[in-house]
């Protein structure tokens, strides 16, 4: 199901660094997992998707890991930059193409 | 890429006035589209999933008749929040995805409705 909370956990990192943003899914039938990115005032943006026959999927600068049998996803992001701020949500989506999204997390990237 | 354009990005009127949003998919034909809530600080909610040429699917605790969704073309979803009250406000974002499984939903920018 969602994932509602009053605070989104926050990770801050050094411009840079390398981040690593965590997610636990909850269904274990969903077989599509994908990383929006939601700057402030706008809508999500897709980043990068993951199929579940796969554990490991690599874009521009991002790479996204996928354990199924702890039901865990991971965004890192190399080299970090000031414009990777923002809030990352994973989402799921089961065979209905109905998306179930986590809770989010806030990336601040200091100078 | 797949672009999805909402209208307008910001409403502000005063209660009991109906508010329509609309949402285009600009490069790709979208049988279903998404409407979500999303309140400060929190995740997105799925209200209801709008289906061209049929009846909206709802989720629970989503008045039907107070969010109207008409999806009248493969490119159009429209929501209308009918008779708004400031416990209405809230930023409402609409997505579209193509038609195949396991396509990535593309989100709209998001409309901020106030109601005073």
């Known amino acids: 199901g969602e994932s509602v909370g009053l605070h989104l956990p926050t990770l801050s990192v050094q411009e840079g660094d390398n981040s690593i943003i965590n997610c636990a899914y909850s269904?274990?039938?969903?077989?599509?997992f994908i990383w929006y990115k939601q700057e402030s005032g706008k809508g999500p943006q897709f980043i990068i998707d993951?199929?579940?026959?796969?554990d490991k999927r690599q874009g521009q600068r991002v790479t996204v890991l996928l354990n199924k049998t702890v039901k865990h996803l991971s965004l890192q992001i190399a080299a970090t930059q000031p414009g990777d701020s923002a809030v990352y949500f994973c989402a799921e989506m089961d065979a209905g193409n109905m998306l179930t999204f986590g809770g989010g997390t806030r990336l601040m990237v200091k100078p | 890429g797949a672009v999805v354009s909402q209208h307008p990005s910001r409403v502000i009127c005063k209660s009991g006035t109906s508010v329509k949003i609309e949402c285009r998919s600009l490069?790709?034909?979208?049988?279903?589209m998404f409407w979500y809530r999303q309140f400060p600080k929190q995740s997105l909610m799925l209200m209801a999933t709008s289906n061209e040429g049929s009846k909206a699917t709802y989720e629970q605790g989503v008045e039907k008749d107070k969010f109207l969704i008409n999806h009248a073309s493969l490119t159009l979803s429209t929501l209308t929040v009918t008779s708004a009250h400031p416990e209405d406000s809230s930023f409402y974002i609409c997505?579209?995805?193509?038609?195949?499984?396991?396509?990535?939903?593309?989100f709209g920018d998001g409309t901020r409705l106030s109601i005073l």
């Open positions: 997505s579209a995805t193509r038609d195949s499984s396991n396509q990535p939903q593309h």
């Open positions: 993951i199929r579940s026959n796969m």
């Open positions: 269904n274990s039938a969903s077989d599509y």
């Open positions: 490069d790709f034909q979208a049988t279903t």
